[in-house]
């Protein structure tokens, strides 16, 4: 009879509190990680995941735990704990922080900042660059961050952009906060991934979608998902804007030949 590990995923929580039961080894890992990859590309500020019905069939299969803490290290950079195991050693090469219970978990990564993460839903028409603009305007106003507005509008105009032009389903624009820094990425329906090659010749057309992207992130990447993938860029304020000539962008274009 086939393994099986089921997801509970409470969102009454402090924190969305997971609840893994079954039994966990190499034929459930895969399906593990990819409920966990999909509560992570919402952008919780963190997770709690519940092991206390979960059997550990072969040790090794806990890596996928720390593969998950890898992938999304960067982004969305949510702070992740474990709770409920009877020994606690076993997992500690999955690198996440291990508690007894849910509420040791919640007691620990404390109160969630309040007005630092923002989502808006698109439709891949024309118009919805301009209305991730909008939104990211409004956010950087509100958290009193004017330098970054610029940098993250480009990205998302990109982004945004790539997914008209390509992709063509529905995105969510996802913003958030993150001490002096700040994240924006882009949620889609496509398995595509973006390549960036480096500079583009200046008599080529197109093609200078992630090298805008490129200029102005401290780190850039994506998160292949089941369903689709997360193009995501990490911003500072100090970041160098390019020339304005090189951003007048049409939003019913798309300046990237690559597929998203």
């Known amino acids: 009879m086939p393994s099986e590990v089921r997801h509970l995923v409470d969102r009454g929580q402090t924190y969305p509190l997971v609840r893994l039961t079954g039994v966990l080894d190499a034929d ?3 399906p593990v990680r990819t409920a966990l990859l999909d509560l992570l ?26 593969e998950v803490l890898d992938q999304t290290r960067d982004w969305p950079g949510s ?8 020994d606690a050693l076993p997992w500690q090469p999955s690198g996440w922080p291990v508690w007894p219970d849910p509420a040791g978990a919640f007691a620990a990564l404390g109160e969630p900042e309040t007005d630092r993460r923002v989502s808006v839903d698109l439709e891949p028409v024309v118009g919805a660059a301009r209305r991730s603009r909008e939104v990211i305007t409004e956010a950087c106003g ?4 004017p330098d970054l507005a610029g940098n993250a509008c480009i990205v998302a105009t990109e982004m945004v952009n790539n997914v008209v032009a390509h ?3 529905p995105m969510r624009v996802l913003l958030a906060l993150h001490g002096d820094t700040m994240s924006v990425a882009v949620r889609d329906g496509s398995a595509k991934i973006p390549r960036f090659t480096g500079q583009v010749a200046p008599t080529s057309y197109g093609g200078r979608g992630l090298l805008l992207i490129d200029s102005v992130a401290t780190r850039w990447g994506h998160l292949a998902l ?6 995501w860029a990490r911003l500072e304020a100090d970041s160098e804007i390019p020339r304005t000539k090189d951003l007048q962008r049409d939003d019913a274009g798309m300046t990237d030949p690559t597929r998203g």
Not at 226 to 231: I, M, S
Request: with cysteine; net charge neutral; glycine share 6%.
């Open 79 to 86: 702070h992740l704990a474990l709770c409920g195991p009877a």
């Open 41 to 66: 590309a919402t952008q919780p500020e963190a997770i709690v995941v519940d092991v206390t019905g979960l059997r550990v069939a072969q040790s090794d299969a806990i890596s996928v735990l720390r």
């Open 167 to 169: 992709a063509r389903t």
């Open 226 to 231: 089941a369903d689709g993938k997360v193009v």
């Open 142 to 145: 509100r958290w009193e961050q």
């Open 28 to 30: 459930t890992a895969t």
